[in-house]
T-cell receptor, first 113, second 112 residues
Framework: NAGVTQTPKFQVLKTGQSMTLQCAQD?????MSWYRQDPGMGLRLIHY???????DQGEVPNGYNVSRSTTEDFPLRLLSAAPSQTSVYFC????????????FGPGTRLTVL | LAKTTQPISMDSYEGQEVNITCSHN???????ITWYQQFPSQGPRFIIQ???TKVTNEVASLFIPADRKSSTLSLPRVSLSDTAVYYC?????????????FGQGTELSVKP
């Protein structure tokens, strides 16, 4: 299993540009989430999904869109990038049930100029 | 969601035992307590999970008192490689509906 994969690893955008961060998992997990981590800070939940076709907002959803058309993929779209969105973005997946663990991807480091 | 409070940072020396306490006063009956570890430039990884009393694995021990309003992660004989951020999470999957919230975490620095 590849686990949770994210692309790209690094990205530089200009203010106002849009882009999609890709996330895929091959573990057939129902739950997937996107987090952002600013320098020296903890992780903040952006959006999450409990299954294909079902998404919901997390703590900091503004400026981001998600969709979940398949169990495997959970892309994160930045609609109009702003410098405040400069951060490291982590995608995660887990089976249902809090007793199970959450697996994280390697992260995407995004810089918005 | 049960709110958690942890120290922002802790310092230790190699070979010492480190105890990180997490307060979760409004923990619910069905909530589990889970700890994650995050190294720089990596995503967090699961360390240990418990519901009550004591849980031990090859990495750490988790102590949970009877009232479950706090929990303590214990790392025996730490080394430099244990320098990381440690997160305490409290929740019940069925009530949270898949939402997993991380707090600020505790930044542990192990010195030689």
């Amino acid at each position: 299993n590849a686990g949770v994969t994210q692309t790209p690893k690094f990205q530089v955008l200009k203010t106002g540009q849009s882009m999609t961060l890709q996330c895929a998992q091959d573990m057939n997990h129902e739950y997937m989430s996107w987090y952002r981590q600013d320098p020296g800070m903890g992780l903040r939940l952006i959006h999450y999904s409990v299954g294909a076709g079902i998404t919901d907002q997390g703590e900091v959803p503004n400026g981001y869109n998600v969709s979940r058309s398949t169990t495997e993929d959970f892309p994160l779209r930045l609609l109009s990038a702003a410098p405040s969105q400069t951060s490291v973005y982590f995608c995660a997946s887990r089976p249902t049930g809090f007793a199970d663990t959450q697996y994280f991807g390697p992260g995407t480091r995004l810089t918005v100029l | 969601l049960a709110k958690t409070t942890q120290p922002i940072s802790m310092d230790s020396y190699e070979g010492q035992e480190v105890n990180i306490t997490c307060s979760h006063n409004n923990i619910a009956t069905n909530d589990y307590i889970t700890w994650y570890q995050q190294f720089p430039s990596q995503g967090p990884r699961f360390i240990i999970q418990g519901y009550k009393t004591k849980v031990t694995n090859e990495v750490a021990s988790l102590f949970i008192p009877a009232d479950r309003k706090s929990s303590t992660l214990s790392l025996p004989r730490v080394s430099l490689s244990d320098t990381a951020v440690y997160y305490c999470l409290v929740g019940d999957d069925w009530n949270q509906g898949g939402k997993l919230i991380f707090g600020q975490g505790t930044e542990l620095s192990v010195k030689p």
